[in-house]
């Protein structure tokens, strides 16, 4: 991912002043009325044209040291921006961010295609009912099951196979990947940004990067980058229902069973198994060959190749002991209430 969004999946509409952009988000500027802006970026990757934010004090030092042409901050920050950036002071700055990017950036619209601007070649295969957005590309020997519809830029390798029902936006997908029914792939990431007036949805600009080999079961939906990409490595096979969120990293070689949830901002290493209904909290990192098991809900980070369950998750043999003694605790309560 670029600088801005990626120009296949969303338009970048015409630069704004620093002083609308205030308007418009309900904020004051402080410096840099009249700087034209042009996207919306994070502030580490943010450049001189770009808008990003601040809204954690944990985040304040990289205000001395970004790129980024303006920033929304709250008030106490204001000592902490860089000469020359422009300023625009918010009491809720992430939904201010989310609002100017909405005047910066919006998804391009599904505007059908014939197959032959989007086909590789005749081996191709679409079945009744596919939609193909403008601009997209399906390598050679694919097949699009029946009702499914390919979004705007997206870009499909060879020899996939796609079911019925599915929806890919926003997203690049490698060679031989299984796709299977009613999949969603880039769909909107679950972020809002609280306001004066209640929650504001944050706009997702990334995408979804689904390598080589990788297979998705059945109305398992994965969401793509929250600016971004969201990316599945090579050969993982997830099973049905399974829900992986905005800016996930998934390694390589790795298993996800039915009914797994895998917040936002997750980094999982290769090799990694997953066990039916876990569950996995925001921003954890999991370790290259680790084990989560069926039910665990995972709220810290587990090392490489450790093997973690219970809820909240923890190494399987203090998990085991833990249980014993708990089991024989009861026990010893029941007895004394029998006498």
Not at 59 to 65: D, E, I, P, S, V
Not at 142 to 152: D, F, H, K, L, Y
Not at 258 to 287: C, L, N, P
Not at 294 to 299: E, H, K, M, R, T
Request: hydrophobic share 45%.
């Amino acid at each position: 991912m670029g600088l801005t969004p990626d120009p296949r999946f969303f338009e970048t509409l015409a630069s704004v002043s620093v002083a609308d952009l205030a308007a418009l988000t309900g904020g004051e500027v402080v410096r840099g009325h009249d700087r034209m802006i042009a996207s919306v970026a994070p502030l580490g990757v943010a450049g001189a044209s770009a808008i990003g934010f601040v809204s954690d004090r944990k985040f304040l030092g990289q205000l001395a040291t970004t790129d980024a042409g303006c920033v929304i901050v709250p008030a106490g920050a204001v000592d902490s921006v860089a000469a020359g950036i422009a300023v625009i002071v918010s009491a809720t700055p992430q939904a201010a961010w989310a609002r100017a990017s909405l005047a910066l950036h919006r998804p391009l619209e599904l505007t059908a295609a014939q197959p032959s601007e989007v086909c590789e070649d005749e081996t191709v295969r679409i079945e009744p009912g596919v939609v193909l957005g403008q601009g997209a590309r399906i390598g050679r020997g694919s097949r699009i099951g029946a009702n499914t519809v390919i979004g705007p830029g997206v870009q499909i390798g060879r020899d996939c196979v796609i079911g019925t029902n599915a929806s890919i936006a926003f997203a690049l997908i490698g060679d031989r990947a299984k796709i299977f029914a009613g999949v969603r792939i880039g769909e909107a990431g679950f972020g809002a940004a609280g306001s004066s007036t209640g929650p504001v949805d944050i706009p997702q600009l990334g995408r979804v990067i689904v390598q080589d080999d990788v297979t998705i079961g059945a109305n398992t939906c994965i969401d793509r980058g929250a600016f971004g990409d969201t990316v599945i490595g090579e050969n993982t096979k997830i099973d049905n229902l399974v829900l992986i969120g905005h800016n996930c990293v998934i390694g390589r070689n790795c298993l996800i069973a039915g009914h797994a949830g895998i917040s936002g901002s997750v980094t999982v290493g290769d090799g990694v198994m997953f066990g039916g209904k876990a569950g996995v909290g925001d921003h954890i990192t999991i370790g290259t060959g680790a084990r989560v098991a069926a039910g665990a809900g995972v709220l810290a980070e587990i090392p490489p190749g450790e093997t973690w369950s219970g809820y909240p998750a923890k190494p399987i043999r203090q998990f085991l002991r833990e249980t014993v003694w708990l089991s024989k605790q009861a026990g010893r309560k029941g007895a004394r209430t029998d006498d």
